[in-house]
């Protein structure tokens, strides 16, 4: 499918099915179109649902030889995608090439280590948001607290839920659950440990 014109592209890139915004992102560029960081972010967010990350390499190449590559909201994309598609070295390269980290980009790197098997690396990242003044969010402190239950640091994951108003494990199910994980991986790691 090739897009007509650029505001039917950014309503596909919105809107559209993931393989209409690739479609339409490739369009763009045979167009002579060049997109925006917003564009190349839901580019990105359609690579990592559907696993292309040979696709978001070339993006990645592509936003660093169009001058996007130092972009926060862009690099948060490129370390979303390689953390969801298991390229947890290539998330590093990107975050540490970063001039700027935001609370989003932290908790990108932290949420992409402890999916993939690498808590301790989880909560390095976490303990630097600490140490810069980051108040995590939601997704940090999931992945926080994941990266505790897989470690059996109950301390740890008690201390970082401190950190978040006790409500807000109430009002947002995947952090109480996140919550509950850790508890029930301590437990676990004790009784297995008799």
Request: aromatic share 10%.
């Amino acid at each position: 499918m090739l897009c007509r014109g650029p505001r039917l592209c950014r309503g596909i890139l919105v809107l559209g099915s993931l393989g209409k915004r690739l479609s339409c992102f490739g369009g763009s560029l045979e167009m002579g179109l060049r997109p925006d960081s917003f564009s190349i972010v839901r580019v990105l967010l359609a690579c990592s649902r559907v696993g292309d990350v040979s696709a978001g390499e070339w993006i990645h190449g592509y936003a660093v030889e169009i001058g996007m590559g130092r972009r926060v909201f862009v690099n948060t994309g490129l370390i979303d995608i390689y953390g969801k598609c298991g390229k947890m070295v290539k998330a590093r390269e990107v975050f540490d090439g970063m001039v700027e980290k935001d609370v989003v980009s932290l908790s990108a790197m932290i949420q992409g280590y402890a999916a993939n098997g690498l808590p301790k690396e989880a909560l390095e990242v976490f303990y630097r948001m600490q140490r810069e003044g980051v108040r995590p969010d939601c997704y940090s402190m999931v992945g926080g607290l994941s990266a505790c239950a897989r470690l059996g640091t109950l301390e740890v994951g008690e201390w970082a839920s401190r950190l978040m108003d006790r409500n807000e494990f109430f009002d947002n199910a995947v952090l109480g659950t996140a919550l509950i994980d850790m508890y029930g991986w301590y437990q676990l790691g004790r009784y297995s440990n008799r």
